[in-house]
């Protein structure tokens, strides 16, 4: 549906599009043909006339375990790529803020970096009791333009926020909605947030989308006042000598 690549499942249920990031046996970590596809697939649903709310989860047992490794080393060894996914961050980051629809995240499994943004980006958040947050983008030597520390500062604490984004340290569910990064930790989220979602469908419309879009109003000014820098800052990071180290260690104790 929507012509996404394999890697993201979009399925039709009445009014409601359930969205799965679909890369199970890799945690639904990143790669590229999967963020193109979040970079473009909320203009598909502010375009798609049928659609009244939507469900975002993850395949298998992850939300998404943020970037692939081997992605990562595709990003530094290739310019174009580099500037491609870095406009495609920032299209994926607008795109959420601006959707039309209301988004329920399912988060089954650990969120992780990119995983952290979409769920903060979403409307509703049910979260799994084993699931957690983590932005270990710095850990990496990255900065984090559209991950968790660009949203984070806007919801929480901004003392937490800057603890959670520097060290990368696991926010684990009832933390999570204790904090406000989550509504609710539950068993089954994909259940529960599929049933959030048709109760918003037996809302009015207008009423539903207009009072999301004022309410995004102000998210929106807290992240584009930021997310050039943000978007500027990430392009620089790839080039540092720090985050090649940390990759090359990354992709050797993968192989």
């Not at 030597?141 to 984070?152: F, K």
Request: glycine fraction near 8%; aromatic fraction near 6%; proline fraction near 4%.
């Amino acid at each position: 549906m929507y012509g996404m690549p394999d890697e993201i499942k979009v399925e039709a249920d009445g009014a409601l599009r359930i969205i799965t990031l679909n890369r199970p046996d890799d945690l639904n970590a990143v790669n590229d043909n999967l963020h193109v596809g979040l970079a473009k697939i909320w203009e598909a649903l502010n375009e798609d006339v049928g659609a009244r709310a939507a469900v975002i989860t993850g395949a298998g047992r992850a939300f998404s375990a943020g970037g692939d490794f081997y992605y990562l080393d595709e990003l530094r060894n290739d310019e174009a790529l580099r500037q491609k996914t870095i406009k495609h961050g920032r299209d994926l980051v607008i795109g959420m803020v601006r959707c039309r629809i209301p988004v329920v995240a399912a988060v089954n499994g650990p969120a992780v970096g990119l995983g952290c943004s979409l769920a903060a980006l979403s409307d509703v958040v049910y979260i799994a009791e084993t699931a957690f947050f983590a932005d270990p983008h710095v850990s990496i030597g990255l900065v984090a333009a559209d991950g968790g520390p660009l949203v984070w500062g806007s919801q929480i604490s901004l003392l937490q926020a800057k603890e959670f984004a520097l060290t990368g340290v696991r926010i684990k569910a009832q933390r999570a909605v204790e904090l406000g990064l989550a509504n609710h930790v539950v068993e089954d989220p994909v259940a529960e947030a599929i049933a959030c979602a048709k109760k918003l469908l037996e809302l009015p419309q207008q009423a539903v989308e207009a009072t999301k879009r004022l309410m995004n109003i102000q998210l929106e000014k807290s992240v584009m006042a930021s997310l050039d820098y943000a978007n500027l800052a990430e392009y620089v990071s790839f080039g540092t000598p720090e985050f090649n180290k940390i990759v090359d260690g990354l992709i050797a104790k993968s192989t």
